[in-house]
């Protein structure tokens, strides 16, 4: 080799006198190769240090050794959110590890919709680790029936028959209502997530659950839909004291819906914790910085990541089973209860 040129399978190939078809098979370690061979081909990658490349592995594995994240939300959403940046972290750490390469893809529309069929239909990913799984969501179902190996972030529902890795939610809300209740506040609201997801119905049913063990009565009227976002919280809030105007307590289903209600409770000025206690759900960075800071469920969106990236490795490199988690939250008292 002249130059600084870095060797490839081709270069490899042509010094050992054989295809790269042989040389790629000799990297993976097939036993397809005679040993004469094997020996020229380990001998010229020696002479030309040449190290092994992802594309050089697929001509034998017929993988890409790539994944997609796929995530059913907008630009805004994405960097508005803490979940999505601490769950990226924990995927791309994880695939660094077995040398993977993340693709990031957005589907916020039907054209989207299409190119990610694409990826699939012709195989540029060995897998698709799937966050914001709405119930009635078809991506879920394309992808099984395309037998493409997914992982979820959360399910679609109780009965989820693909891979999956969850937080308790259900166990984390009621922790959390618990908390207020115990703490004698008598008029917990809650704001939800969406009730098309399963996180959604999981940590309303853990408001529920909580009111039952205390022999609280639940009331309806206490309930309020949010979408995750810091104006939904607000919004719901706004309805709350509008319905409920002796409420107490709010649990509000993730930290940037309780930044919004706290907001709304400043705006109408009651005191946090004095008149309203809040409690939120993820244990974000936002939970520390709020005023007062935020009492909150703790549940592990890094290693959430990691474990999905980790599952669906485990399917495409070594055929491993359907694997389906859920990952224990806790308490983080504060402030604001």
């Known amino acids: 080799m002249t130059g600084n040129r870095r060797p490839t399978i081709k270069t490899v190939a042509a010094r050992a006198g054989v295809g790269r078809t ?11 190769v005679s040993a004469d061979a094997r020996e020229r081909v380990l001998a010229a990658i020696k002479e ?11 001509l034998v594995t017929n993988r890409t050794n790539a994944v997609a994240l796929v995530i059913p939300e907008s630009e805004s959403r994405l960097g508005s959110e803490p979940f999505f940046a601490a769950l990226i972290r924990g995927v791309s750490g994880a695939l660094a590890e077995s040398r993977t390469q993340l693709q990031l893809m957005l589907v916020r529309d039907q054209a989207e919709r299409d190119q990610l069929t694409a990826s699939v239909a012709t195989r540029r990913v060995d897998g698709v680790l799937l966050v914001s799984v709405h119930s009635e969501d078809r991506l879920p179902g394309m992808l099984e029936e395309m037998g493409l190996p997914t992982v979820l972030a959360g399910r679609r529902d109780a009965g989820e028959r693909l891979s999956y890795v969850n937080s308790d939610n259900a166990g984390g809300a009621a922790a959390a209502v618990r908390h207020l209740l115990g703490g004698g506040r008598r008029r917990v609201a809650t704001i939800t997530g969406p009730l098309d997801m399963d996180v959604g119905r999981s940590r309303l049913a853990g408001w529920r659950a909580a009111h039952l063990e205390a022999a609280v009565p639940a009331e309806e009227l206490l309930v309020e839909a949010g979408d995750f976002t810091e104006e939904g919280g607000a919004s719901a809030m706004r309805l709350l004291l509008e319905r409920v105007p002796d409420l107490d307590a709010v649990f509000a289903a993730s930290d940037l819906m309780a930044v919004g209600a706290l907001a709304e409770l400043r705006r109408q000025k009651r005191q946090v914790p004095g008149d309203v206690a809040v409690v939120g759900f993820e244990d974000s960075v936002l939970a520390r910085h709020t ?3 935020l009492t909150t469920v703790r549940q592990p969106v890094e290693e959430l990541g990691r474990t999905m990236a980790r599952i669906l490795t485990d399917i495409t490199q070594h055929g491993a089973p359907r694997q389906q988690m859920t990952l224990p939250t806790e308490l983080v008292v504060r402030e604001s209860s």
């Open 22 to 32: 042989t040389v790629s098979r000799v990297v993976n370690g097939s036993e397809l």
């Open 48 to 58: 030309l240090n040449y190290v092994p490349n992802s594309v050089a592995r697929g």
């Open 291 to 293: 005023n007062p800071p």
